[in-house]
């Protein structure tokens, strides 16, 4: 069964230190990788997404991912944490195989940044 | 603000109530898309709707009836909900193209509680 685990409900770090919020896959095929953030009362928003090429992808708010094929991994990261950082971050694949082209999610990570 | 605006942003309603949600986006995007959000769970995927056709239903309980009249309004009609359909409701939309790497953009949610 294709699934995505986010295997840490919430992550502690204090700001300026760095970040991973962290995430496997499994898919039948090659797998099209997404980071979403939602911060409170607000709806989700796009942060990153691996599609092909090189394995490092940088995206929104000095966010970035790197693409690990063999260990089906996809971890969020950032240099420098910010207060602000703190939200519900999530974790989506897209099986490149699968014809109705539907996310599957991960179940969220709670980052929490303290000052 | 994403483009995708939905209202009500929050809903409180009975068992016996008939309530309806309602998306709207102006993005020129052609899916628009019905989630459903409950703590640390994945999102879970409800209706998908292609240029106005119902393209996916993922097993959704007939209380709830989507309505999708053109490409840029969707509405979620609900009746006779049962407690356990509290949630946060997440409409999304997008463009779909060959690649399957398009980006979703949600709206901000309507959170819904059934007495």
């Known amino acids: 069964a294709q699934s995505v685990a986010q295997p840490e409900d919430q992550v502690n770090v204090a700001e300026g230190n760095p970040l991973t919020v962290k995430c496997t896959y499994s898919?039948?095929?090659?797998?099209?990788l997404f980071w979403y953030v939602q911060y409170p009362n607000r709806g989700l928003q796009f942060l990153l997404k691996?599609?092909?090429?090189d394995n490092l992808v940088k995206g929104s708010y000095g966010f970035e991912a790197e693409f690990n094929k063999s260990q089906t991994s996809f971890h969020l990261k950032k240099p420098s944490a910010l207060v602000s950082d703190s939200a519900l971050y999530f974790c989506a694949v897209r099986d490149r195989a699968d014809s109705n082209y539907q996310l599957i999610w991960g179940a969220g990570t709670k980052l929490i940044i303290k000052p | 603000e994403t483009g995708v605006t939905q209202t009500p942003r929050h809903l409180v309603m009975g068992m016996t109530n008939k309530k309806s949600l309602k998306c709207e986006q102006h993005?020129?995007?052609?899916?628009m898309y019905w989630y459903k959000q409950s703590a640390k769970k994945p999102l879970e995927l409800m209706f998908v709707y292609n240029f106005k056709e119902q393209t996916e239903n993922n097993s959704v309980p007939s209380r709830f009836s989507p309505e999708c009249p053109n490409s840029s309004h969707l509405f979620l009609h609900l009746h006779t909900l049962q407690p356990e359909d509290s949630a946060l409701y997440l409409c999304?939309?997008?463009?779909?193209?060959?690649?399957?790497?398009?980006?979703?953009?949600f709206g901000a949610g309507s959170r819904l509680t059934v007495l």
């Open positions: 691996y599609i092909t090429g």
């Open positions: 999304a939309s997008t463009v779909t193209g060959s690649s399957g790497a398009n980006v979703l953009t």
């Open positions: 898919v039948s095929g090659n797998p099209y």
């Open positions: 993005l020129g995007h052609n899916a």
